[in-house]
Nanobody, 125 residues
Framework: QVQLVESGGGLVQAGDSLRLSCTAS????????MGWFRQAPGKEREFVAT????????YYADSVKGRFTISRDNTKNTVYLQMNSLKPEDTAVYYC??????????????????WGQGTQVTVSS
């Protein structure tokens, strides 16, 4: 059973940067597709970014394209989300997710098999 743990969230000002990490324990995730989702208060959990098993394919929500970068280090069993030029509307709990099919472009919540507990990101104006 894969367990995913997110870290790196916090309170920042608009325009700042943060890097989130998602580290897996248990089986290796090197063959998994991985994704980041977020959920703001009163809203549905939404797709942010996804990466295939090798890191060669990535895909982003339009709202974060050009500002966020997803990457992975399979030797460390870790996936990252670099968030630059943060905006107040990026405020949410950010969740890491894993799918044991390592393909690309999985954007739906139901396509993922494993979830972390989330890390809070708050961006003040």
């Amino acid at each position: 059973q894969v367990q995913l743990v997110e870290s790196g969230g916090g309170l920042v000002q608009a325009g700042d940067s943060l890097r989130l990490s998602c580290t897996a324990s248990g089986p290796t995730i090197r063959t998994y597709a991985m994704g980041w989702f977020r959920q703001a208060p009163g809203k549905e959990r939404e797709f942010v970014a996804t990466i295939n098993w090798s890191g060669g394919s990535t895909y982003y929500a339009d709202s974060v394209k050009g500002r966020f970068t997803i990457s992975r280090d399979n030797t460390k069993n870790t996936v990252y989300l670099q968030m630059n030029s943060l905006k107040p509307e990026d405020t949410a709990v950010y969740y890491c997710a894993g799918r044991y099919d390592g393909g690309a472009y999985y954007v739906e919540r139901g396509e993922y098999h494993y979830w972390g507990q989330g890390t809070q990101v708050t961006v003040s104006s």
